[in-house]
């Protein structure tokens, strides 16, 4: 079955970094994201990247400082997060989608708090 595992949120004060990983397995995956949650918030897109084509989305808010970049041989994906700010305090979320599947599957999230 697909599983997502993700790790590297944490505590951060605002101008640091962290680096999100997300390590799928259970199917080979057309593509993968990143989405954040904050409290009284919709989920929101991050960035995301689509497999075959090596195209990336990112959030307008988020340009210029963050980077999603995909190993496919460890099917792992990751957020590279530079110059942090309180407003990315978020849960942060993987998705991935399973080649030929209309949906995609969520991780458990990780927590990133960015302290002023």
């Known amino acids: 079955q697909v599983q997502l595992v993700e790790s590297g949120g944490g505590l951060v004060q605002a101008g640091g970094s962290l680096r999100l990983s997300c390590a799928a397995s259970g199917s080979i995956f057309s593509a993968m994201g990143w989405y954040r949650q904050a409290p009284g918030k919709q989920r929101e897109l991050v960035a995301a990247l689509t497999t075959s084509s090596r195209t990336t989305n990112y959030a307008d808010s988020v340009k210029g400082r963050f980077t999603i970049s995909r190993d496919n041989a460890k099917n792992t994906v990751y957020l590279q997060m530079n110059s942090l700010k309180p407003e990315d305090t978020a849960v942060y979320y993987c998705?991935?989608?399973?080649?030929?599947?209309?949906?995609?599957?969520w991780g458990q999230g990780t927590q990133v708090t960015v302290s002023s």
């Open positions: 998705n991935a989608v399973p080649r030929g599947s209309p949906f995609g599957y």
